[in-house]
């Protein structure tokens, strides 16, 4: 995939906005990307769930993203996995975003052949509240260090994505 083909914005799913996830899709401007996590559902359950939204991603022109292996990434029909760089290992031919939190895991992600960066959290989120935040001036650094696109995640809105100055972002709560 070309750099000027990965989506811009990009929706993330958690147990908690499952419920939000069609209309979100829909509302999502074409062309934009899916991480379908969803790690608390049973395997069988989890797989129907992916098909039904995957359906809607394909509607919109929009990447379904699974955070899993490549094979069952591959077996599944989507477009490519999501996940810590040593997972990304299997899924040569697909699209793989890394997750990275510091320098080790960029360094990492692009040793792994990543073809993106989803750098976090930026600012304070509900998936992890106590976590340290990189900030604005944190989150700049470390993507400086990137020879890969990077994506903004954590507690991003389309306002802070303005604030921060960036294109590509990902959200949870802020997208649904």
């Not at 989507?78 to 975003?97: C, E, F, Q, S, T």
């Not at 993507?143 to 949870?172: F, H, K, N, Y």
Request: aromatic share 6%; charged share 20%.
């Amino acid at each position: 995939m070309s750099i000027q083909s990965l989506p811009n914005l990009w929706l993330l799913s958690d147990a908690r906005n499952d419920d939000a996830l069609e209309g979100a899709l829909i509302r999502l401007p074409a062309g934009s990307g899916f991480v379908f996590r969803h790690y608390h559902l049973a395997p069988e359950q989890r797989r129907e769930r992916f098909e039904m939204l995957r359906s809607i991603c394909c509607s919109k022109n929009h990447l379904a993203i699974l955070s899993g292996d490549g094979e069952t990434a591959r077996e599944w029909g989507a477009d490519g996995i999501y996940g810590a760089p040593p997972k990304l290992g299997n899924a040569a031919g697909m699209l793989r975003l890394a997750t990275a939190h510091d320098s080790g895991d960029i360094a990492a992600a692009q040793a792994a052949g990543a073809d993106a960066i989803m750098l976090s959290p930026v600012f304070p989120t509900r998936s992890h509240p106590e976590a340290d935040v990189l900030g604005i001036d944190g989150f700049h650094a470390l993507a400086a260090q990137a020879s890969l696109p990077v994506i903004a995640l954590g507690g991003m809105t389309a306002e802070r994505a303005r604030d921060l100055g960036v294109t590509r972002w990902a959200a949870i709560d802020g997208l649904s």
